[in-house]
Structures are given as structure tokens and as C-alpha cells.
């Protein structure tokens, strides 16, 4: 258990008011918080053996607006903490999707979470920022890389000077220090568990003042810290793979909103991505793929 985690905080406050019934879901939670994060009320009452009401009441006495608020907090930790092979476990968490009436309906839940918590004002800056600096550094690595490579493909085909990093190489320094870095800005995408080398480089841009643009889930983290403007996705670690398709709607949105506040620039480097692609046989023609 991470010591000094919000909820956990929580229950050592209030521990001396809680009834019986409460005490004994109290240190069930605390003693198997990995799966709990996992549980509906429902199978959570039933596993710490007590009723539906007490783990509501609960929720409640801890200052949370009711069993999803609490189940939040813990999917915040979780988040920090577990792995691959626990989630891919059967005897690690319960089959969250056995009841799921199609393989989209988790995603679409994602979505509409997202939404409803998610900050117009940083998406804002974040547009401003990306418009006005001169060099974009798009950082992504291990689970994230195909985040960054797609948004640096698209945000490169309506400004310059986009640069992807998406593995540690000596490239990175090479490509950053060979110029002053006061014009520059840093989006990097940070979900858990992310790699050092994502640190790394934050740290890195921060103390080169690069104004940095944290896209990330809703838990704070090392590299929120640093951050100028962070955007807070509440995604969660439910599955081995990352649900990660809500970051990848709202990149897109962010090159729409840039193409949009800077037309003129994004014709002209839209004319010069088509041309480039033509005079080198980039993309696949008809006659291609029907000659033999």
C-alpha cells in the first residue's frame, strides 16, 4: 500500500467513528485494495461480509459522494501501482467484462467520463502554447510511443518544426541542445506506469524553462508537477493494455483546434505535405496495388 494516499488518509481519520460493520470493510479495503478498485458495491459488500447499506454509509463517512467517488480514489492508486501480469490475472481481479453486452461499451464509458471532467480552459492554453512556440517536442515512450508518433504525424502536417520522441537515443540531446530552447515546447504523454526515461526527459525540459504540456490521468503525478499546462484524462488501467482511445480522440481534437486558429499556415503546410508525399511515392496509388 502506497503510505499517504488520499483515501487511506481518509480511513485513519475517521477509523475511531466508524461502527463495527465499517471497521471490518475498512481493513478489508486496505488489506486487498487492488481488487477492490475492480468491485462494484454490490460484489464489495459481499466480499467483506457485510450489507450493500454499510459499504454506501461508508463511502459517505469518508467525505466521498458515494461508493463511485471512493471506487476513483482507489482506481487513482492502482493506477501507480499494479502491472500487466496482475490485471492479465484471473485470480488477480474479477472478470469486469463477462457482463458487457458488446466489446465497445467499456470504451464508450471512457468517453463519456472523460467528458464530463474534462478542463476546456487547459485544452485552451495547450492550443495557444502549441500555436506561438516555435519547435514542438511530442514525448511519448513504451505504451504512450503511439500516441506521440500520431500526434506528431498530425500536428507536423500543419505547422514546422515537430519533432517525435519516442525512444531514449543520444538523437534526443542532439536534436534539443543544438538550438536555444526559450521558443520550444514540450508535450509529453504520461500514463501510469509510465517509464524513467519519460522523467527523465520532463526534467531535462523544466530546467531548460521549456514550457511543458502534460497530457495525463487523473492522478497527480512527478511529471504534472513540472508542468506548465496539464490536461487530466480520467482513464483508467482496467485491462493489460491501457484504454487509451479517449487520449487519442482529444489529440486529434487539439491539431483540429491549432488548424483552425492558424488556417492560412495550415494550408500552406498542408500543400507542402501533399507535394512531398507525391514527388516521393509515399502513399500506395491504384495502379499500384493492381500491377503484379
Known amino acids: ?30 488489506a486487498n485494495y487492488k481488487m477492490v478498485a475492480f468491485y462494484n458495491s454490490t460484489e464489495l459488500a459481499r466480499a467483506a461480509n457485510v450489507s450493500g447499506s454499510t459499504v454506501i454509509r461508508f463511502a459517505e463517512e469518508l467525505g466521498y459522494s458515494g461508493f463511485p467517488q471512493m471506487q476513483s480514489a482507489l482506481h487513482s492508486i492502482v493506477q501507480m501501482e499494479i502491472n500487466t501480469l496482475e490485471v492479465f490475472s484471473n485470480n488477480a481481479l474479477p472478470d469486469v467484462y463477462a457482463k458487457k453486452e458488446s466489446f465497445f461499451q467499456s470504451g464508450i464509458y471512457d468517453f463519456h467520463k472523460v467528458e464530463r471532467e474534462f478542463s476546456r480552459e487547459s485544452f485552451d492554453k495547450a492550443v495557444d502554447l502549441l500555436l506561438k512556440q516555435q519547435n514542438v517536442y511530442v514525448v511519448g515512450f513504451q505504451g504512450s510511443s503511439f500516441l506521440a508518433d500520431y500526434m506528431a504525424y498530425s500536428l507536423s502536417k500543419i505547422r514546422k518544426n515537430v519533432y517525435d520522441i519516442n525512444q531514449w537515443s543520444n538523437a534526443v540531446f542532439s536534436t534539443t541542445s543544438s538550438q536555444m530552447m526559450e521558443k520550444d515546447v514540450a508535450l509529453i504523454y504520461v500514463f501510469p506506469r509510465f517509464p524513467v526515461m519519460t522523467l527523465k526527459l520532463a526534467k531535462y525540459f523544466h530546467a531548460n524553462h521549456v514550457p511543458i504540456i502534460c497530457i495525463t490521468s487523473k492522478s497527480e503525478n512527478s511529471i504534472s508537477k513540472l508542468a506548465d499546462i496539464t490536461i487530466h484524462m480520467d482513464v483508467e488501467y482496467k485491462n493489460y493494455i491501457e484504454h487509451l482511445c479517449p487520449v487519442l480522440y482529444v489529440s486529434e481534437v487539439l491539431v483540429e483546434e491549432i488548424s483552425h486558429k492558424s488556417r492560412e499556415q495550415s494550408i500552406q503546410q498542408l500543400e507542402c505535405f501533399e507535394q512531398y508525399v507525391k514527388q516521393n511515392h509515399i502513399f500506395c496509388r491504384m495502379e499500384d496495388e493492381n500491377s503484379d
Open 1 to 30: 500500500m502506497v503510505n499517504g494516499d488520499n483515501i487511506f488518509k481518509r480511513i485513519e481519520t475517521v477509523k475511531d467513528k466508524l461502527t463495527t460493520k465499517q471497521r471490518r470493510l475498512a481493513q478489508y479495503i486496505s
